[in-house]
């Protein structure tokens, strides 16, 4: 009987494939706490489309929703590149009823903005079950008209817009918006009717236990001159409408942007900012008294950008970040509940296989008490680009 069991059971095997279960590999040196790789699922590919900077929530009945960023694919096109701006890049979801396992092959459009193209759709999910979807813009200008504006920000051709909020109350079916923050005190950037560009990041939001959104928003001010850092921004009334709170971190060396906000059990807002001119370091900046004041920022000690902070069932955080150095791909950390041993937590490698630094930005969300989705955008031996998930079991 026993011999005849285990003949079945690998009939078994061999008809379905045996389980995709891999340790997700940490860095040289460092083991893995609690967390097992079960494998990489595809998201949305369309080889037409470059669809990047992805964000996840996961609805109360289950139902998991993906925004991202789609534009077209200008080397299908006989382009000879793409880039990160694109007057026909729009915000668009797709859908999983099942863990991840199938989506929504047809994205459906959240956006397309009337003057440009938008880019990073952030999505959160309020106790109500109300979606924020945060963004901003660029709009192309031929050069004559871009080269008479006073203080633009420029991506070539493209000018930028700055950011904007959308909000859905039926499941992310329509949205209603946009919703124009008020530029941070002393923006010096302008948009191209000359006014200072609205408060905008990449990067998520957060609703703290008093009820109230909190957002990062990074602005390039007077105070110091010419730098670039970030500031909090705080709604009481689910974000139609925004008040200045004060400055995160700035530096007259150090750029800090691309800001992702967290709240520990014990009530303290955690920042984890994208950087420049510091080697790519994560820096991070803390606030115990309800986003009133920050601490000194400071060093988290690993290179990485832009970050997502997930709440575990254990109140442990799994910290997401992607890595844009060779090997390329997706990194994560567990930190402790209040985020402070962040250069001592082991460094988990996700994905190292990326064809090229142009990836990453991943966000997380839990399917069930033992599991995480973590989704991102990828590439292939630098083909196109597109949006997929590392599904995560967790100890």
Known sequence: MRHLILALALLLVMLIGAPSLTRARPAAGSGAPGIHKLKDLVIYHDDRFYSSFPSVIRRPNGELLVAFRRAPERRA??????????????????????????????????????LGGSQDPCMVQLRDGTILCASYGWAWLQTEAADKLIKPLRHGNFVFLGGYLLRSRDNGRSWQGPIIPPPVPGETV???????????????????KDGRLYWAVTSKTSSPPGAQGTHLLLSAD???TWAYAGPIATDAKVVFNETALYE??????????????????????RSTDRGRSFEP???????????????LPDKRVLLVYGYRHAPFGIRARVLDPECRNLAAAKEIILRDDGGSGDLGYPWA?????????????????NGTRHIVGTLLALE
Request: one cysteine or more.
């Open 238 to 240: 689910q974000g139609s």
């Open 190 to 208: 302008l948009d191209p009717f000359n006014q200072p560009v609205p408060a905008y990041n990449r990067g998520a939001l957060c609703q703290g």
């Open 77 to 114: 096109l006989g382009e000879r590149s793409t880039s990160h701006t694109d007057p026909n890049s729009y915000l668009v979801l797709v859908r999983s009823r099942d863990n991840g396992q199938t989506w929504s092959p047809t994205p459906e459009l959240i956006y397309a903005h009337p």
């Open 264 to 285: 520990t059990p014990k009530g303290d807002l955690v920042a984890f900012m994208r950087t420049a001119n510091f080697d790519d370091h994560t820096a991070v900046a």
């Open 297 to 311: 920022w400071q060093d988290a000690g690993f290179q990485g950008h832009p970050h997502h902070a997930l709440r």
């Open 365 to 381: 969300t839990l399917i069930s008490k033992r599991r995480a989705l973590v989704v991102y955008y990828f590439n292939t031996a």
